[in-house]
């Protein structure tokens, strides 16, 4: 059982250029989230999903895009990438809206943008 | 700005010691969980305790909950050096127009063998 698996794990930005963080889950879970974790901060909530087709902002969504088009994918777009992204970013998901559990997280995609 | 957190931001004891982690939140919560992350890996869900709920205990790990504080504290017992890590309390809010886990900023924890 893969649980949330996130790729790349490493990647290296130049300010401007565009990517995707991937991430997937195997456990059928409905709620699917991103999250980023800068020194101090803890983690900050980018963007979530309470099922296909529905997304929301968080904390910090600007400067990223969302989509869930199946239950198990949940990519982050960074349109145009800036130094201030810099950043470990973190999937996790849980298993339904109704109340929350516990949630499962990857194990991250360390971002920098030069 | 984020929903909690916690103090200290770091705290350091010998094995066999007890941890407590404070965590403060501002808002009404549904639920409130602890998590543990050990250093570069992702978070691990470790306990929860529901809003009607005063405390819980799991192994070594014991929670309470004041809602009228809006507040909640970890205890680990006999620490181990094994229990190294930053641990992260995060308040959940479901329901209606809202579905989010928001964390805090961490206590990070150094256990001494």
């Known amino acids: 059982n893969a649980g949330v698996t996130q790729t790349p794990k490493f990647q290296v930005l130049k300010t401007g250029q565009s990517m995707t963080l991937q991430c997937a889950q195997d456990?059928?879970?409905?709620?699917m989230s991103w999250y980023r974790q800068d020194p101090g901060m803890g983690l900050r909530l980018i963007h979530y999903s309470v099922g296909a087709g529905i997304t929301d902002q968080g904390e910090v969504p600007n400067g990223y895009n969302v989509s869930r088009s199946t239950t198990e994918d949940f990519p982050l777009r960074l349109l145009s990438a800036a130094p201030s992204q810099t950043s470990v970013y973190f999937c996790a998901s849980s298993p339904g809206t109704g109340g929350f559990t516990e949630a499962f997280f990857g194990q991250g995609t360390r971002l920098t943008v030069v | 700005s984020q929903q909690g957190e916690e103090d200290p931001q770091a705290l350091s004891i010998q094995e066999g010691e007890n941890a407590t982690m404070n965590c403060s939140y501002k808002t009404s919560i549904n639920n409130l969980q602890w998590y543990r992350q050990n250093s570069g890996r992702g978070l691990v869900h470790l306990i929860l305790i529901r809003s009607n709920e005063r405390e819980k205990h799991s192994g070594r790990l014991r929670v309470t909950l004041d809602t009228s504080k809006k507040s909640s504290s970890l205890l680990i017992t006999a620490s181990r050096a094994a229990d190294t890590a930053s641990y992260f309390c995060a308040t959940a809010n479901y329901g209606g127009a809202t579905n989010k886990l928001i964390f805090g900023t961490g206590t990070l924890l150094a256990v001494q063998p």
């Open positions: 456990m059928n879970h409905e709620y």
